[in-house]
Each structure stands twice: as C-alpha cells, then as structure tokens.
C-alpha cells in the first residue's frame, strides 16, 4: 500500500519461512499481499488458513481493512460462507 514492494517481499519470504515452522499464519501473508494488490495470493493464504483450520483470526477478514477490496470478490463471500458468516 506505501509503494515499497521490495521491502513487502522480503516480508513475504520470512512469513513463509515462519509458516512453514508453524510460527505464523496465512493470514498474515494475506494481509501483506491484499496490500500489494495481489488478491491471488491473498486467497490462497486464506484457503490454506481455512484448510488447516488455522488462524483464528479468521473470522475477522469480514471486518479487517485490509481485505476492504476483496468484498466484492464472489471468492470472499465463499469463504465467508463456508466459515459460517454472512457477507
């Protein structure tokens, strides 16, 4: 969102590393690629979440700001669907 996609990478690549040892969620690479436009990415983190039934955050991409974009997206009233909330 600030312009600084080399520094939003380098954040990817170590919240992958933490993901694959358990030490983070997708959710937190969802947030970083809704930032940078990447509503791809965005949902295949979110699907890994919901598939491991991880993140208990989970619940709350219905109201955090950063996924504001992907409202309209008809893979984000899925989501929301298959977790049990209205969209």
Not at 55 to 74: Q, T, Y
Not at 77 to 87: A, K, N, Q, S
């Amino acid at each position: 969102m600030t312009g600084r996609r080399a520094e939003a990478l380098a954040i990817v690549k170590e919240l992958e590393e933490k993901y694959a040892r358990r030490e983070a969620i997708g959710q937190y690479l969802a947030d970083v690629y809704a930032g940078l436009g990447d509503k791809d990415q965005v949902f295949t983190w979110l699907e890994r979440d919901f598939e491991r039934r991880s993140g208990n955050r989970l619940p709350f991409i219905k109201w955090w700001f950063a996924f504001d974009d992907l409202r309209g997206d008809p893979r984000y009233v899925d989501l929301l669907r298959r977790m049990g909330l209205t969209p």
